[in-house]
């Protein structure tokens, strides 16, 4: 049966097929929610509470997180008595668990807190008046004049998530992996959208709770890992580290597969290297190279993998001051290096170049960054963004005539991505800039300033996504 997707993005819902018409609700009785004891629980939002009821019901903690977005761990977390106090997710958990928000005094525009007994009303405004609201609202765009009389005041009505499907197929599961792939690209080309891979991910993990055969089971675990690795970056990357730690801990709780952890470990130590903690990285990518050995030797895609966490390890211990150990790490992901494109390989030289700028090995890095840059100059891409970047700041302290001109351009590619975590990469361009002497060079770095410490929408920093 076919998965609805109204709860998605417009950008992502518009490539959905049709939805089936056979649905069922979550697995649990609604009658469970009318119980005065029951009721009185969600009154109090006691969601503790509320899920030892579901699990004496029958209801399985796993079943209980695929429909709520939680990890198994975090529902184990609140059964031990951790409280949710924060509104969006006690919207979630009504919305996956099929609970009336009036009855956790959650309604829209309703600030009451519901005790003994809650009354719902009938929505103040007719089917009737809701339709003709488009009606009386266009003459108003159109010509700017009330044809066919004043516009109402509506209230937006209650949002109700897509019905599951009676039972899970493959068609569900090759729409994860599609709506993965349009997010992975808009995240690469200009960073962010972390509220729609967040959300996207949240809501396809009720999925788990639909009953498959065991094949299709797994590979829906394979493709909500990789959903859940891509939401946790495009997080990390917007700062939104907390959700981002929430989304790598889906992933590793669902990988079924050796390739897919490793890719999460590589992207879960990309951020914590990004945010300043090199050595939680390198512990993250170390555990990545060990479960890299569980891979086929014989796969290209094995070498590409251990190369990269071996760059990525260099980019670490650069980080540390440890510079025996980032040129041996360095080497070996030199020495394994089977590029796969003129876009790998220019992601990779730009890896190498930062390690060498780190070391202010300006002569060696500056080869590096100029053919990062050759490579994806044309490429409106985050990663382009950030090579022309190190390209700039290599120029700039070397006292190169060009410097200023390719500072000028790195800054304006990178103001134009909506990515906050690109934006705080360049603070080493700043730094040079700063040092060196002359107005455009002063006013350029205060403009990079300004781009580095503006927070932006949504992020993207880097390029581990592939």
Known sequence: MSYGHADNLAAIAASAPAVGSERHRPPIDAPLYHRDDVRRILAERDIAALYRVLKDAGV?????????????????????????????????????????????GLSYGDSATYAEE?????????????RRAVLLAAPVAVWGLPLFGEIPELPAPPWVPSPLPSRLGMTDVVRVEHQTGLLRTLAYQHGGHAD???????????????????????????????????AGWCCADSLLDAHACHHFRQALELASESYEMVITLRVAGNTDRLRGHPNDALKLYQLALVKAWDLP??????????????????????????EDKAWS??????????????????????????????FGRLDIAEPFAAAAVQASD???????ALALTTLAAIHVRAGEPDGIPLARKAIDRITVLSSPRSRQQL?????????RPGGDARELARMARQVATTRGVNSAGGCPLR
């Open 297 to 322: 030797r014989d796969d290209p895609q094995t070498a590409v993998l251990t190369s990269w966490l071996h760059a990525q390890s260099a980019r670490a211990f650069a980080a540390m001051g440890i």
């Open 329 to 358: 790490s360095l080497a070996e992901a030199r020495d394994g290096w089977y590029p796969p494109g003129d876009l790998a390989r220019a992601d990779f030289d730009s890896q190498t170049a930062q390690v060498h700028l780190d």
């Open 378 to 384: 044309n490429q409106r891409h985050v990663a382009g």
């Open 60 to 104: 399985t903690q796993r079943q209980i997180a695929a429909l709520t977005g939680q990890s198994q761990s975090e529902v184990s977390e609140i059964l031990k008595g951790r409280h949710v106090r924060a509104y969006d997710v006690l919207v979630r958990i009504a919305e996956g668990l099929g609970i009336p928000r009036e009855f956790m």
């Open 118 to 130: 809650v009354t719902v009303s009938d929505p103040p405004e007719d089917e009737d008046v809701l």
């Open 427 to 435: 603070q080493p361009l700043t730094a040079a800039l700063e040092a």
């Open 196 to 230: 729609a891979a967040h959300a996207i991910a949240t809501h396809a993990m009720r999925l788990m709770a639909v009953p498959a055969e065991d094949r299709v089971k797994a590979k829906l675990g394979s493709a909500l890992a990789r959903l859940h690795t891509l």
